[in-house]
């Protein structure tokens, strides 16, 4: 587990799932703060199929340069066996600038956004995680 006062990062071996909350203001620095932490948390998985689940329930609008390091991190944990990569989040707000981190990935596909973290939970479990 790795806790900040901007993250915590939490693996879930049995699951091959990574959860993270996500809190305040970020940015670029906390995003790339942010991208080693889960790095080193997520690595006895990347050489299966895995999934994050990232809760931004608590995450405020950040800063526009951090947009493309998360949509880099997001594009990374696909490029390392990232199945998918299931937000949670209910503020429009905070939704819209998320969409421009997703898109900058590529990979919108594999990285639904849910209103609710039971929603997300059950995309989860229905496929396979």
């Known amino acids: 587990m790795s806790f900040t006062l901007n993250f915590n990062i939490d693996l879930?071996?049995?699951?091959?799932?990574?959860?993270?909350?996500i809190y305040g203001i970020?940015?670029?620095?906390?995003?790339?703060?942010?991208?080693?932490?889960?790095a080193a948390v997520v690595k006895p998985l990347l050489r299966k199929k895995w999934a994050k689940l990232i809760n931004l329930g608590n995450w405020k609008s950040s800063y526009?340069?951090?947009i493309n390091v998360i949509g880099d991190?997001?594009?990374w944990c696909h490029e390392h066996n990232a199945v998918y990569s299931v937000y949670v989040?209910?503020?429009p707000v905070t939704k819209k600038q998320l969409q421009r981190m997703i898109a900058h990935s590529g990979y919108e596909e594999a990285c639904p956004v849910f209103d609710s973290q039971s929603e997300a939970e059950s995309?989860?479990?229905?496929?396979?995680?």
Not at 123 to 129: P, V, W
């Open 12 to 21: 879930d071996a049995e699951r091959k799932l990574i959860r993270s909350k």
């Open 26 to 38: 970020w940015k670029k620095e906390t995003a790339e703060e942010y991208h080693t932490h889960f």
């Open 64 to 66: 526009p340069e951090m």
């Open 73 to 75: 991190h997001i594009k």
């Open 89 to 91: 989040v209910d503020n």
């Open 123 to 129: 995309f989860l479990r229905e496929h396979g995680f």
